[in-house]
């Protein structure tokens, strides 16, 4: 029996005129405290809800090795404009359909699907009464995921690059306790180290069919880099998407909450989290690497959430520097609040903690 803590974290930070910034964003990391689960853990307790245990970027502030950071430059900026340069892009034809799982109808209904490991991704589908999670293990690193009882299946990113994984769904016995009742372990050699940040998983869900896709093809139609492709995406959140300080309200003291991109993109309202999950399933649904990241912003220690990108090119505005080759900071929240970089500086003031 596996004792699975409580310690959630949720990225609900806002950007909003100064005077109001860090009120919002305090009230926005309580929603994120009980969602997303702290890490550091023994190996007999694991975070819960989509949260990572172990040293995963827990004190970087670059998000990845070699990581770019955006640079500031004016707030008055024109978003559409900026310089932008690569080799020649051409979008995917279509958003490859995912392999998933499919719950048995025999006992114990519950399966795990691992053929799409060199993908990125695993897949698990369960039938229950009771709570359950799937967790993904890797090292001293453990990502755990509320998995619907429903037979709903979902996706699950192998982020912690090549290796030895184990991947269990975990049936809830009582209060934070869970016993194992499947289990399977992969050895995971991915195709390349994009792989899981090109696929949908459960916190980026989108099929070839949805309008965050349909969206994203409009908005890169005629693109000639990479950079046009992520300037295109950008500024069209950044303008469009409002940032929704109601819902962060309501989801206080909510635990388990999962970002929608095609709700995000219907409603145009959204908390961090949900900026970042639509930001990254229109670049991923176009071939651009794209990371959701969660973690802590100073100096209030903050938790928040906001995407790293990786493109061939470039692009130049809006504070942004994005060269080619490296990842880069993008946090659209921030940005949609007065058009600025202020807060984002040099990444310093970041520290990332999980990736998804």
């Known amino acids: 029996m596996q004792a699975l803590a409580q310690q959630q974290k949720r990225p609900w930070g806002r950007a909003v005129k100064r005077s109001a910034f860090r009120l919002c964003l305090m009230l926005s990391a309580a929603v994120l405290a009980l969602s997303l689960a702290g890490c550091g ?11 990572a245990q172990g040293a995963l970027g827990a004190t970087s502030n670059a998000g990845s090795e070699g990581a770019g950071s955006a640079t500031n430059a004016s707030e008055s900026d024109d978003p559409l404009g900026g310089e932008t340069s690569g080799p020649a892009y051409s979008a995917p034809d279509a958003v490859e359909e995912p392999t998933v799982a499919e719950a048995p109808k025999d006992e114990p209904q519950c399966a795990i699907d691992a053929s799409c490991a060199s993908k990125g991704y695993v897949s698990a589908a369960a039938v229950n009464s009771a709570r359950l999670k799937l967790q993904v293990s890797s090292g001293d690193m453990s990502y755990n995921y509320d998995l619907p009882s429903d037979g709903t299946p979902i996706m699950a990113p ?18 934070n306790n869970y016993v194992e009742i499947a289990a399977e372990s992969v050895s995971v050699a991915l195709d390349s180290e994009f792989e899981p940040y090109l696929r949908p998983n459960q916190f980026c869900n989108y099929r070839n069919d949805s309008q965050a896709v349909a969206k994203a093809r409009e908005l890169a139609a005629g693109a000639a880099n990479q950079g ?15 940032y929704d300080t109601q819902k962060a309200k309501e989801l206080a003291d909510a635990t388990g909450y999962v970002p929608n991109p095609g709700e995000t993109l219907a409603t145009e309202k959204g908390i961090c989290f949900d900026y970042a999950s639509l930001a ?7 071939g651009i690497p794209c990371q ?10 903050i938790y928040h959430a906001w995407n790293m990108v ?6 130049s505005c809006l504070g942004y520097n994005i060269g080619p080759n490296a990842w880069t900071r993008m ?12 807060e984002i500086g040099d990444g ?7 990736v998804y």
């Open 280 to 286: 990254a399933a229109m670049l991923r649904s176009l």
């Open 292 to 301: 959701i990241v969660t973690g802590y912003v100073s100096p209030d220690n």
């Open 228 to 242: 046009d492709v992520v300037r295109a995406v950008y500024s069209y959140i950044v303008q469009n998407v409002e």
């Open 41 to 51: 853990g023994s190996s007999e307790s694991a975070p819960s809800d989509g949260a």
């Open 348 to 354: 310093t003031n970041y520290t990332d903690r999980y």
């Open 331 to 342: 946090d659209l929240t921030f940005a949609a609040s007065d058009g600025g970089t202020s």
């Open 158 to 175: 192998l982020n912690m690059g090549n290796g030895d994984y184990e991947i269990r769904i975990m049936q809830n016995t009582q209060g």
């Open 310 to 315: 990786y493109i061939d090119g470039s692009w």
